[in-house]
C-alpha cells in the first residue's frame, strides 16, 4: 500500500490543520487507516485510528476532542482534522494502514510523512 500525506505547516496555536492521506490501494477500504506522529527525540505515538468502513474511531488521550479523523473509501483517502493545535503537537505526522484494529505505532505500512509546527 503506497500513501502520500499531505496538508502539514505552520500554524499558530489555537489555530487548526487538516491532514490528508491517499493512498494507491484498491483494496483501501479493506485497512484500518491510522495517524502516527513523531516529535524531535521522542517516539512515536499513536494519535488516531479509523475502523474499515469509518464506523468506529479512536484517539490519544491527548488529542481526544480536538482532532477528527475520518475517511472516504471511494476517494481511498483519510483525513485528520486538528483544531485548538498546542505546540506539544508540533512533530511529523505520519498515515499508516493496518489489517487490523491498532492503538499503537504498529502499523503494516507507513506514508512519508508530513510535518506540523505549531508557533506558541
Known amino acids: 500500500v503506497q500513501l502520500q500525506a499531505s496538508g502539514g505547516g505552520l500554524v499558530q496555536a489555537g489555530g487548526s490543520l487538516r491532514l490528508s492521506c491517499a493512498a494507491s490501494?484498491?483494496?483501501?477500504?479493506?485497512?484500518?487507516m491510522g495517524w502516527i506522529r513523531q516529535a524531535p527525540g521522542k517516539e512515536r505515538e499513536f494519535v488516531a485510528a479509523?475502523?474499515?468502513?469509518?464506523?468506529?474511531?479512536y484517539y490519544a488521550d491527548s488529542v481526544k476532542g480536538r482532532f477528527t479523523i475520518s475517511r472516504d473509501n471511494a476517494k481511498k483517502t483519510v483525513y485528520l482534522q486538528m483544531n485548538s493545535l498546542k505546540p506539544e503537537d508540533a512533530a511529523v505526522y505520519y498515515c499508516?494502514?493496518?489489517?487490523?484494529?491498532?492503538?499503537?505505532?504498529?502499523?503494516?505500512?507507513w506514508g512519508q510523512g508530513t510535518q506540523v509546527t505549531v508557533s506558541s
Open positions: 479509523i475502523s474499515w468502513r469509518g464506523g468506529m474511531t
Open positions: 490501494e484498491r483494496t483501501f477500504s479493506t485497512y484500518v
Open positions: 499508516a494502514a493496518s489489517v487490523k484494529i491498532t492503538t499503537t505505532p504498529a502499523y503494516d505500512y
